[in-house]
Each structure stands twice: as structure tokens, then as C-alpha cells.
């Protein structure tokens, strides 16, 4: 994750984008009419609970929309279905404390002075990883009982080389950024001093204000204050515009509970199922209007799918490879398939 901190660093994002975040309008905390009819949750789509109370849904739940006809929400909230283990679901969160792990054990790697030769980072990686392993020794297993029943998924060999070398890229900014520091004859102050990003803590629980329709608690991956960033691990085969509405989500969150502007996110994105010696790379995003709109749709549509059961499960071959294939509710609905058909 210093690469966040490296892209802060070069880019001087606040600058370059002021102007464009000057000119936003649907913030989290506005009280105009206007935007307050846009950000709230349209009232015929509001459930309350028998104490009265309304039901809201996640970020995560409104924002990561998987089934084209949001079947998958459905089950999981109305149905209270967890559905089956899949590839994405054990390796996303290692993903995550894999990244997020870097940040503790190598933060002050530089910090007295001491020159690192490649052979002696590419150990420390080493060794961090194997530690990471043993540790998730469990999680892998499934990993590779997974591929080894269907190979189009990522060989957990292969996973794990990618790990190492996000870890290798991310050390190699921290060194760049000291050497660079060196070289301008500056203080090489730390980067995370300069560039804090949270990765844990009350700082990312959010409560956000009933209005926006987002459940009782919001919790981005990460937050940088200055500038005010929230930001998310994803991954997958590529990244997708769906994948910036979590940011989105939380940005609004957070303006509506402190009353301050969320203007930037990032996504930290670690490619699977691609080329062996991929590592993650971090984008950098205006939460613009036009984001935020399409969040806030997305978040009716989600309101909606919870009201009433979504259609038949998808038909035709290209849309079940395409989604049901890679769905923690394929036998669910396979079975759901079979049944209706007789
Ligand atoms: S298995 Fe297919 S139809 Fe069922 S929820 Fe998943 S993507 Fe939708």
C-alpha cells in the first residue's frame, strides 16, 4: 500500500482535481432539497422492522453487485443464505491482510539508515510470506482443492508469487521514495508519516446518517486524512467501474456523518486469474457526481431487488459462464433450476 502513499507523493492530487471537487453537489451532508431528494432512499423502498425501525443495507451489499439480476442480494438478505466457498471469497480477504500486513511489519524498514540489497528484501519477502502462509494454511488448502477441480482457476502457486511480488513492488517504493529523499538531500522522513493511511481502527468505522440508506455501520479497507481518501482492496480478473461504487458508498457515508467532503478514493487492485508476475496497483479516483449518482441507483435498485424476488435464475450458456459459473449461489440456483423445471 505505500505505492498509495508514492501516487500521493508524485501526483499532488488536491491540485489537479480542485477544481473539478469544487463543483460537486450531492454530498453525504447537503440539506438542499434538491440533492436531499437524490441521496435519500425514495420512501415507497423503505422497510421498517416490527420495531419500527428501518431496515438499511451495506455498502458492500449495495455496491457489489455480482448477478445481473441481483438474485444474489436477494437470497443473501431475504433468504438469509450464505451460499458456497468460492475461489474469490477465501482469496479476497487474504488478499487483503496479506497487503494490509505489509504496511505493520515493514513500516520502518529504512528507518536507521541501513542500505537493503535486493537479495536481502527479496529474504525478508520471503520469509514474510512463508509466515503468511503457515498462517493461512487452511485458507490455501481450499485454494488448491478448488483448482485442482476446476484449473481455470488461479493456481494458488501462482497466487502466491503474485503476493510476493506486490510485496517486492511496494518494498521497492519504499526504497525508491528514502533514495529519492537522499538524493534532494531531505530529511527521508517516512512515507506513511507524511501520507498516514489507516487500515484499522475506530477511524474506519463510520456511522452514516439514516437518510443515505446505508447500514449501521461503514467500514472502508482504508483512509487517508490529508487529502481526505477512502479507499478499498479489491480483486479480480480486471478492474471494473462497479468496483469504485464501494468508495463511492463510503465516501457518502463519512460527509454525512462528519460533515466534511470526501472527495478522492482508491481502489487497491490485485489481479487473479491473469499473467503469473502481475502485482497490485492502486487507483487513484474523483468521487465525482456522476459516481455518486450511479451509487445511489445502484443503492434503489438494491432496495427494490429486497422487495420483491428477482426473476428466474439467468438462461442461456453465455450468461451462466459468464456469472453463475463463478457465483457463491451456482448450486443454489441450480438446484432452484432443476426444481422449477420438473
Ligand atoms: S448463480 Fe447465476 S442466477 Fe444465481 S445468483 Fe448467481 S449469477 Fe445470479
Known amino acids: 500500500m505505500y505505492q498509495i502513499a ?62 445481473p439480476v441481483r438474485r444474489d442480494l436477494y437470497l443473501e438478505v431475504v433468504g438469509r443464505k450464505r451460499g458456497q466457498e468460492t475461489w474469490g471469497r477465501i482469496a479476497g480477504p487474504l488478499i487483503e491482510s496479506y497487503c494490509k ?20 528484501l527479496a529474504k525478508r519477502v520471503e520469509t514474510y510470506t512463508e509466515a503468511f502462509r503457515q498462517e493461512h494454511e487452511r485458507e490455501f488448502s481450499k485454494l488448491d482443492g478448488l483448482f485442482q477441480k476446476d484449473s481455470s482457476e488461479d493456481d494458488p502457486e501462482k497466487f502466491l508469487l503474485k503476493l510476493k511480488h506486490t510485496a517486492q513492488t511496494e518494498l521497492a517504493m519504499l526504497g525508491a521514495d528514502r533514495l529519492l529523499g537522499q538524493s ?28 443515505i440508506g446505508i447500514g449501521r455501520l461503514a467500514t472502508p479497507d482504508l483512509i487517508v486524512i490529508n487529502p481526505r481518501i477512502v479507499g478499498d482492496v479489491k480483486s479480480g480478473p480486471s478492474i471494473e467501474r462497479k468496483h469504485l461504487y464501494t468508495c463511492t458508498g463510503y465516501a457518502l457515508a463519512y460527509e454525512s456523518r462528519y460533515t466534511v467532503d470526501v472527495n478522492y ?71 432452484d433450476r432443476r426444481a422449477a423445471n420438473g
Not at 473539478?20 to 438542499?32: F, H, N, P, T, W
Not at 487492485?269 to 496497483?281: I, V
Open 184 to 211: 534532494r538531500r531531505q530529511e527521508a522522513s517516512s512515507l506513511l508519516k507524511r501520507f498516514p493511511i489507516q487500515i484499522g481502527g475506530d477511524a474506519l468505522s463510520i456511522e452514516p446518517a439514516e437518510h
Open 101 to 120: 500486513g505489509l504496511l505493520g511489519s515493514f513500516e520502518s524498514l529504512y528507518d536507521d539508515s541501513q542500505d537493503i540489497g535486493y537479495a536481502d
Open 6 to 67: 508514492v501516487r500521493l507523493m508524485l501526483l499532488n492530487i488536491p491540485e489537479i482535481w480542485e477544481g473539478e471537487a469544487s463543483k460537486i453537489e450531492l454530498r453525504g451532508y447537503s440539506v438542499d432539497e434538491r440533492a436531499m431528494e437524490r441521496l435519500a432512499v425514495p420512501p415507497e423502498l423503505l422497510m421498517r422492522k416490527p420495531d419500527g425501525s428501518v431496515h438499511t443495507l451495506s455498502v458492500d451489499k449495495i455496491a457489489s453487485k455480482h448477478c
Open 265 to 335: 478514493g482508491v481502489i487497491y487492485f490485485f489481479e487473479t486469474h491473469g499473467k503469473p508476475l502481475n502485482s497490485a496497483q492502486c487507483y487513484i479516483f474523483l468521487i465525482d457526481d456522476r459516481l455518486r449518482g450511479e451509487f445511489l441507483d445502484e443503492r434503489n435498485d438494491a432496495y427494490r431487488v429486497v422487495q420483491a424476488p428477482p426473476p428466474f435464475p439467468l438462461i442461456g450458456k453465455q450468461q451462466i459462464k459468464d456469472y453463475c459459473t463463478y457465483c457463491k449461489f451456482n448450486q443454489k440456483c441450480e438446484e
